[in-house]
T-cell receptor, first 113, second 116 residues
Framework: DAKTTQPNSMESNEEEPVHLPCNHSTISGTDYIHWYRQLPSQGPEYVIHGLTSNVNNRMASLAIAEDRKSSTLILHRATLRDAAVYYCILKTPPGEAGTALIFGKGTTLSVSS | NAGVTQTPKFRILKIGQSMTLQCTQDMNHNYMYWYRQDPGMGLKLIYYSVGAGITDKGEVPNGYNVSRSTTEDFPLRLELAAPSQTSVYFC???????????????FGSGTRLTVV
């Protein structure tokens, strides 16, 4: 699986937007970009995923660079409940080698009031 | 709708003992997974299953066994527990619909295992 690079930690203030970057320069044409987050003492939670186009859902937005070598998870208004470890993961489609999510260390997001 | 249910939530094992971590999902998901997470680290894939009767190894399968006799259940068996297996174990599931190329995972709340 292609690998991702994320900052170890980031800080934000409550009610401000947060942009979490992810570099994936070796991404293949069929790899999906997935984002998960893990709140303290909980299992990971699906946030969003995309292939080429920017994606929006109720939790966040995913901005994908035109060359797909990087992406950014956008939390539009951070809350204290958004403090978590955020994982950016490349996922090959089923049927190809590696059908499961492989997690890195992620970015620890701290949110201050 | 309970999602993914893991039992027990906590367990202490002595070295050399064995146990089974239970995982069940009620969402009719075809894919199921077991991960472990050591303190301060990301998740490591142990085993996964793409359907009943089909399992495959992940990144760290040694010391573990799995079975998938039904769509709902995916138990993880530890034989001869060792201190290195002290970790938090997460089960997850996902569903791939016909024509779909990617999908989100639903995780359980985890089992915290200590081997002493």
């Amino acid at each position: 699986d292609a690998k991702t690079t994320q900052p170890n930690s980031m800080e934000s203030n409550e009610e401000e937007p947060v942009h979490l970057p992810c570099n994936h320069s070796t991404i293949s044409g069929t790899d999906y970009i997935h984002w998960y987050r893990q709140l303290p003492s909980q299992g990971p939670e699906y946030v969003i995923h995309g292939l080429t186009s920017n994606v929006n859902n109720r939790m966040a937005s995913l901005a994908i660079a035109e060359d797909r070598k990087s992406s950014t998870l956008i939390l539009h208004r951070a809350t204290l409940r958004d403090a978590a470890v955020y994982y950016c993961i490349l996922k090959t489609p089923p049927g190809e080698a590696g059908t499961a999510l492989i997690f890195g260390k992620g970015t620890t997001l701290s949110v201050s009031s | 709708n309970a999602g993914v249910t893991q039992t027990p939530k906590f367990r202490i094992l002595k070295i050399g003992q064995s146990m089974t971590l239970q995982c069940t999902q009620d969402m009719n998901h075809n894919y199921m997974y077991w991960y472990r997470q050591d303190p301060g680290m990301g998740l490591k894939l142990i085993y996964y299953s793409v359907g009943a009767g089909i399992t495959d190894k992940g990144e760290v399968p040694n010391g573990y066994n799995v079975s998938r006799s039904t769509t709902e259940d995916f138990p993880l068996r530890l034989e001869l527990a060792a201190p290195s297996q002290t970790s938090v174990y997460f089960c997850a599931s996902s569903y791939l619909a016909p024509g779909q190329s990617s999908y989100g995972y639903t995780f359980g709340s985890g089992t915290r295992l200590t081997v002493v």
